[in-house]
Nanobody
Framework: QVQLVESGGGLVQPGGSLRLSCAAAGNNVAIGTMGWYRQAPGIPAKQRELVATITRSSSINYADSVKGRFTASRDNAKNMSYLQMNSLKPEDTGVYYC?????????WGQGTQVTVSS
C-alpha cells in the first residue's frame, strides 16, 4: 500500500510560478513511475489530463501544453516527486494529482488546487 500526499498548490498570477511536491509513504522500497495529472474545472475524473511522468531512472515525458514551462523531478531516497511550474497560464488552473505505480498497482493522492488568475 502507498499513500501519496500532494502539497504546494495555491493562487498565483499569470506568469507566476509554483512548485508542487508529492510525498509517498508506506511500504515503498522501489516505487516505479510517478506521474502528475490535472483535472480542470467541470471535467470528470476519467478525463484527467496527463501533465508529466517520470520513471525511477528519471526519464521524463511531458504534455505538449507544458513543455518548456514545467519541470518534473524526483528523489528516490526520499520517495518524493516534484513539479516546478513556471510561466503559469489561466488554462493551467485545476486540481493537480500525483500518482505512483508500485507492484503493478496505481495509487493516487488527494490532489492540490492550483488557480492561475489575476
Amino acid at each position: 500500500q502507498v499513500q501519496l500526499v500532494e502539497s504546494g498548490g495555491g493562487l498565483v498570477q499569470p506568469g507566476g510560478s509554483l512548485r508542487l511536491s508529492c510525498a509517498a509513504a508506506g511500504n515503498n522500497v522501489a516505487i516505479g513511475t510517478m506521474g502528475w495529472y490535472r483535472q480542470a474545472p467541470g471535467i470528470p475524473a476519467k478525463q484527467r489530463e496527463l501533465v508529466a511522468t517520470i520513471t525511477r531512472s528519471s526519464s521524463i515525458n511531458y504534455a505538449d501544453s507544458v513543455k518548456g514551462r514545467f519541470t518534473a523531478s524526483r528523489d528516490n531516497a526520499k520517495n518524493m516527486s516534484y513539479l516546478q511550474m513556471n510561466s503559469l497560464k489561466p488554462e493551467d488552473t485545476g486540481v493537480y494529482y500525483c500518482n505512483a505505480i508500485y507492484q503493478f498497482n496505481t495509487y493516487w493522492g488527494q490532489g492540490t488546487q492550483v488557480t492561475v488568475s489575476s
